[in-house]
């Protein structure tokens, strides 16, 4: 447990509580989480993008040279806020337009580490997080907060999927 000193009061009242039930205590709180970031990926914002909910986003994919020798990326994303990211009514695995998506980047190793850790996602058009085709990868510590369809997309294998916060 961590406890924290404040300079002023809170902006907004915070509440919880704690209930005894059946011999068990349950304790109910709401989540605080932060969403602002010092780097950010932000969708352009003009005056029809919710109609059209076209947003920004990042593709971490794999292709070939032009003389054909494959080429595969990988991604290390900590501490970013997307904003306005994603592309409503693109969810199919060979081409999502989601926040973050991975895509046929194969398993993760020390020479191509991957992951997405203690990142904020809000006013999204889509998926906040996608991996398709890839094995190994780390989403940990991030919170989605309104985004369209799923908060975080998962196929493939080893991935650890811990400690994120995914809200309406």
Request: aromatic residues 8%.
């Amino acid at each position: 447990m961590k406890t924290i000193g404040l300079n002023s009061a809170l902006e907004y009242r915070h509440m919880g509580e704690t209930y005894s039930v059946n011999g068990f205590r349950l304790e109910m709180r709401a989540e605080v989480a932060l969403l602002t970031h010092n780097i950010k990926i932000v969708g352009e914002l003009y005056d029809t993008i919710d109609k059209e909910a076209f947003g920004g986003r990042v593709l971490v994919g794999s292709t070939s040279s032009s003389s054909g020798d494959p080429l595969t990326g990988w991604a290390r994303i900590s501490n970013v806020e997307f904003l306005r990211a994603g592309q409503e009514g693109w969810t199919e695995s060979y081409d999502p337009r989601f926040g973050v998506a991975f895509v046929r980047t194969g398993t993760v190793s020390a020479g191509r580490p991957s992951y997405v850790q203690n990142s904020a996602f809000h006013d999204s058009y889509s998926t906040a997080i996608g991996i398709f085709g890839a094995s190994g990868i780390n989403i940990t510590g991030n919170v989605v907060h309104r985004a369209i369809h799923d908060g975080i997309r998962v196929t493939g294998s080893n991935h650890r999927v811990i400690g994120n916060l995914v809200t309406v």
